[in-house]
């Protein structure tokens, strides 16, 4: 079964920059799309980015238009959020989501059509 692992969380200054990772140990991200989620305390769970499974079409919410970039490499079967510019309210715990979708070209923003999700990796945004 697919197990997907996050990294690259912290504690970082307003203003500052952090780049999450999503992997896939011993398996291939090829036909999947995946999302990243975030959660902050008290709050559900939201949509931040998430890229395609076929073409790398992305979708980004507006809170993060502009600051955030998901991408993918594939030589290193990892998809990343790149995090710039942030903002004490990005902090949360941050979920990276898949789902086998090989072909498909539209993105996907909610939560319920993933099947597998990581842990999660904590991101704190804070002077």
């Known amino acids: 079964q697919l197990q997907l692992v996050e990294s690259g969380g912290g504690l970082v200054q307003p203003g500052g920059s952090l780049r999450l990772s999503c992997t896939a140990p011993g398996f291939t991200l090829d036909g999947y799309g995946i999302g990243w989620f975030r959660q902050a305390p008290g709050k559900e769970r939201e949509g931040v980015s998430a890229?395609?499974?076929?073409?790398?079409?992305?979708f980004y919410a507006d809170s993060v238009k502009g600051r955030f970039t998901i991408f993918r490499d594939n030589t290193k079967n990892t998809v990343y959020l790149q995090m710039n510019s942030l903002k004490p309210e990005d902090t949360g715990v941050y979920y990276c989501?898949?789902?086998?979708?090989?072909?498909?070209?539209?993105?996907?923003?909610?939560?319920?059509?993933?099947?597998?999700w990581g842990h999660g990796t904590q991101v704190t945004v804070s002077s």
């Open positions: 989501a898949g789902r086998y979708s090989p072909g498909l070209r539209i993105v996907i923003m909610t939560p319920d059509p993933y099947d597998y």
């Open positions: 890229i395609s499974s076929t073409e790398g079409n992305t």
